[in-house]
């Protein structure tokens, strides 16, 4: 595709569900982000790939959330045992390289959990 | 870590006027970037300056960055209804992940 694609756009679990939250960026991106953003605030940054390695986790909350990358391409967001704390949108973004370039958003994934 | 702060954190004007927004960030940066973001959507990226850059154009927008007071200012002019959204500075440590503020809401009145 043309832009950065996440997926599901809108997902509603149970507490205490695991849940899976995909993303493919734009082709040739080799570097990815992943961050939150809760209703109205700013974005939490919480994991960057180069490829497919991932340099710094430290980003993420618990070790309730992993990420991995296959491929140089999709990454997916893994968040276990789902609490109503990570209610969020979780925001994707890739660019062509680590610094100097601009990054591409996905609309983002609406994580609702009950 | 370094954050930037945007300032104000909310921002209502009349349409035709103009906006100013500002970011202060707390260490040295490689470059700076602005980001808008309508209602439920992502981010769009707006302009992107660099560390040796103190001032930049592009359509409506202006940035200015002052290093020396770790600062930068978004102006919008000429505003218009369809400017409403909220804005995001960002600012990356040199090889590593980008740092979004907190951001600031305009919105423009018709």
């Known amino acids: 595709g043309a832009g950065v694609s996440q997926s599901p756009s809108n997902k509603v679990t149970e507490k205490g569900k695991d849940v899976e939250l995909r993303c493919d960026p734009i082709?040739?991106?080799?570097?990815l982000y992943w961050y939150r953003q809760s209703l109205g605030q700013g974005l939490e940054f919480l994991i960057y790939?180069?490829?497919?390695?991932?340099?710094?986790k430290s980003g993420l909350p618990s070790d309730r959330f992993s990420a991995e990358r296959t491929g140089g391409s999709v990454s997916t967001l893994t968040i276990q045992r789902t609490q109503q704390e990570d209610s969020a949108v979780y925001l994707c973004?890739?660019?062509?390289?680590?610094?100097?370039?601009?990054?591409?958003f996905g609309e983002g994934s609406r994580l609702t959990v009950l | 870590s370094q954050q930037g702060e945007e300032d104000p954190q909310a921002l209502s004007i009349q349409e035709g006027e103009n906006a100013t927004m500002n970011c202060s960030y707390k260490?040295?940066?490689?470059?700076l970037q602005w980001y808008r973001q309508n209602s439920g959507r992502g981010l769009v990226h707006l302009i992107l300056i660099r560390s040796n850059e103190r001032e930049k154009h592009s359509g409506r927008l202006r940035v200015t960055l002052d290093t020396s007071k770790k600062s930068s200012s978004l102006l919008i002019t000429a505003s218009r209804a369809a400017d409403t959204a909220s804005y995001f500075c960002?600012?990356?440590?040199?090889?590593?992940?980008?740092?979004f503020g907190p951001g600031t809401r305009l919105s423009v009145l018709p």
């Open positions: 790939f180069q490829g497919n390695s991932a340099p710094d």
């Open positions: 260490t040295s940066i490689n470059n």
């Open positions: 973004a890739s660019s062509f390289t680590l610094t100097y370039v601009e990054l591409f």
């Open positions: 082709s040739g991106h080799t570097a």
């Open positions: 960002a600012t990356d440590d040199y090889g590593q992940n980008f740092v």
